[in-house]
Every structure is written in C-alpha cells, then in structure tokens.
C-alpha cells in the first residue's frame, strides 16, 4: 500500500511513519509537513510547504495512494482559531482536493473526549465518499524507542503507562500504527476507534 502521512515531525505522525516503514505491507510514504521529519529511508518521500492549506487540486503529487493518516493536530489550551484551522480547515481541505476518493481510506487523528471542533471534523469526513473513514480517539500512548518526538508531558505521562494500560486507557504507539495498517489493509466495522479497538487491530496484523 502507498500511505499519506501528515505530522511526521508530530509525535503520533512520527511513531505511525516509523512503524509504516518497517511493515512489508507499506510500499511507499508520503510526507506531507511544514519542515522535513529528520527521518531518511526508501520509502519516504517528503512533501515540506508552509501551511497546507497551500495544496491543492490537481496536485500530482497527491495521487495514486491508497489512504491518508492524518496525524496532524493539536490538544486543547490553544488559541481557538489557531486549533480550528490544524484540526478542522485543514483536515477537510485535504480531503476535498484528494483525488479518486473511491478508492482511499482518510484516517484522522482525533483524540479520547474529543470536542467541539474534532467531532465537526469526524462528521464531516465520514460524510464524503471515501472508500472508508476512521477517526481515532486514543489515550495515553508509550512512544517508540526511536522517536524523537516525546513532549515532556508525554514523557510525564508514560511514567502511569502501566496502570492506565491495565484500566485500557493507554496504547504503545506501534500499535497505533500498525491498527491504522490493518484499517486500510482489511478495514473495520467502526468508524470512531477507541483504545480497546487499537489494540484488536494491531493485534489482527501481527497474526
């Protein structure tokens, strides 16, 4: 599968892209992102422009993949307008200007209690016709030996991983990127994905 990547240089988008590179089932990854990931392989191919609201339609770039991951976002305690346009005007942007929509997966990350302006989005994606949507709302998430992504809150956090995973409020980030895989390989019969489903999908792929 061909895979579109947004915020590689993100801590979610870097654990799903270093986990995609390493799968056989990943042919090649798009980078789409405002500065290169710091990440150099094969099947990596970057796409760095300002603001990503500059794509558009017809970009030849953009064509012949088989789904988006969208892991581009922010969390609340951020200017209202600046949230709306990371995590709504851009996500649907994309979508709009994607072409062959029949034929791809959008996968958008959104986040466990998801607001206002996320469940907009959800809405909106899984309005279009797309081969098939998800959108993900997950918890706490153990970051990958190799990123290099991990804000201190993150970091902070994982210091409970043990004792949210055992109440399922937590994931290992491979497994968010390998569940994103199984999404679009085999697809799967919800479209909002919790903690528990990240886990059953990533599951099904190491089989």
Same mark, same amino acid.
């Given at each position: *599968?061909?895979?579109?990547?947004? +915020?590689?240089?993100?801590?979610?988008?870097?654990?799903?892209?270093?986990?995609?590179?390493?799968?056989?089932?990943?042919?090649?990854? #798009? /980078?789409?992102?405002?500065?290169?990931?710091?990440?150099?392989?094969?099947? #990596?191919?970057?796409?760095v422009l300002p603001d990503l609201m500059q794509l558009q339609s017809g970009d030849e770039l953009?064509?012949?993949?088989?789904?988006?991951? $969208?892991?581009?976002?922010?969390? +609340?305690?951020?200017?209202?307008?600046?949230?709306?346009?990371?995590?709504?005007?851009?996500?649907?942007?994309?979508? =709009?200007?994607?072409? =062959?929509?029949?034929?791809?997966?959008?996968?958008?990350? /959104?986040?466990?209690? %998801?607001?206002?302006?996320?469940?907009?989005?959800?809405?909106?994606? $899984? %309005? @279009?016709?797309?081969? %098939?949507?998800?959108?993900?709302?997950?918890?706490?998430?153990?970051? @990958?030996?190799?990123?290099?992504?991990?804000?201190?809150?993150?970091? @902070?956090?994982?210091?409970?991983?043990?004792? %949210?995973?055992?109440?399922? $409020?937590?994931?290992? *980030?491979? =497994?968010?990127?390998?569940? @994103?895989?199984?999404?679009?390989?085999?697809?799967?019969?919800?479209?909002?994905?919790?903690?528990?489903?990240?886990?059953?999908?990533?599951?099904?792929?190491?089989?």
């Amino acid at each position: *599968m061909k895979l579109i990547i947004t +915020g590689c240089t993100g801590y979610v988008g870097e654990g799903v892209l270093l986990t995609a590179l390493e799968r056989s089932e990943v042919e090649h990854v #798009l /980078s789409i992102s405002r500065r290169p990931c710091g990440i150099s392989h094969p099947k #990596l191919e970057e796409y760095v422009l300002p603001d990503l609201m500059q794509l558009q339609s017809g970009d030849e770039l953009l064509a012949g993949y088989d789904a988006v991951l $969208f892991c581009a976002g922010m969390t +609340g305690g951020f200017p209202r307008d600046k949230f709306k346009t990371i995590c709504h005007d851009i996500p649907l942007h994309l979508a =709009n200007i994607l072409p =062959n929509h029949q034929d791809l997966t959008y996968i958008f990350v /959104s986040g466990e209690g %998801a607001g206002k302006v996320k469940r907009d989005t959800e809405k909106a994606l $899984f %309005a @279009m016709d797309f081969k %098939a949507s998800y959108s993900y709302r997950m918890g706490i998430m153990k970051p @990958m030996e190799a990123q290099k992504n991990s804000p201190k809150t993150i970091k @902070m956090s994982n210091r409970w991983y043990k004792v %949210a995973k055992f109440f399922h $409020f937590a994931n290992p *980030m491979e =497994n968010i990127g390998l569940s @994103m895989i199984e999404c679009v390989k085999n697809g799967y019969d919800k479209k909002l994905i919790g903690i528990k489903d990240i886990d059953v999908l990533a599951d099904r792929l190491k089989v």
